[in-house]
């Protein structure tokens, strides 16, 4: 049984390598099938997607027409919840005031892409969910690696719609913009959005949220 026990945690975390090393060296055999561990998988996947202290978030992107695929974010609810609050509203919208459809049209070489303006795309604008803007909460998310999401302003207390996720870390950024999430899958997207041909730190073709929302919606 102490055996069993003992594989079955370790299965999961380190895969088939280890069980093959297990059973060369001790004659090991795993007897669970694999529906076992996928259900465990799945169960503690679950749990995570409904921690009511943080949302987990997509957006999938199309460029040219393109599908770019889809990223994944963890937004901080428990440390900015006015800021997390004001993107899933929008995030989730079905009515005009919404990001599916909206532009990503910044994109600043080894420093960020930035998008939402939900009024016409231009960069110019940027309205809350609420109307508006609103202050900033508090600076205690640091943007200290790539795929920090936060909102972009015009100055102090200036939060509305747009918002920007880095390419890389961005320190003179921690005290001037509220961080709210990360990007926790889809790295690879995001490198692919840094790529992008520009002109005058604008997408030469359209960068498009296609659709977005809250991951335990899309499941």
Sequence with gaps: ???????????????????????????????????????LSNQAYKSYLENP?????????????SPMGRMIFELYRDIVPDTVSNFVKLLTAKSEKKYIGSLL???????????????????????????????????????????????????????????????????????TYVAFGCLIEGQHILRDVENIETVNERPKRPLTIHDCGLLKDAL
């Design 1 to 39: 049984r102490r055996a069993s026990e003992l594989s079955s945690g370790i299965n999961a975390e380190y895969g088939d390598d280890f069980m093959r090393w297990a059973k060369e060296k001790f004659g090991l055999i795993d007897f669970r099938p694999p529906a076992f561990y996928e259900g």
């Design 53 to 65: 202290d943080r949302d987990v978030v997509y957006v999938d992107l199309v460029h040219d027409k």
């Design 105 to 175: 049209h910044r994109i600043v070489k080894s420093g960020w892409v930035q998008g939402g303006d939900i009024v016409n795309g231009s960069g110019g604008n940027s309205d809350s969910a609420a109307g508006g803007k609103f202050p900033d909460e508090n600076f205690a998310i640091k943007h200290d690696r790539a795929g920090i999401i936060g909102m972009a302003n015009d100055g102090p207390h200036t939060n509305g719609s747009q918002f920007y996720i880095t390419f890389g870390p961005a320190p003179w950024m921690d005290q």
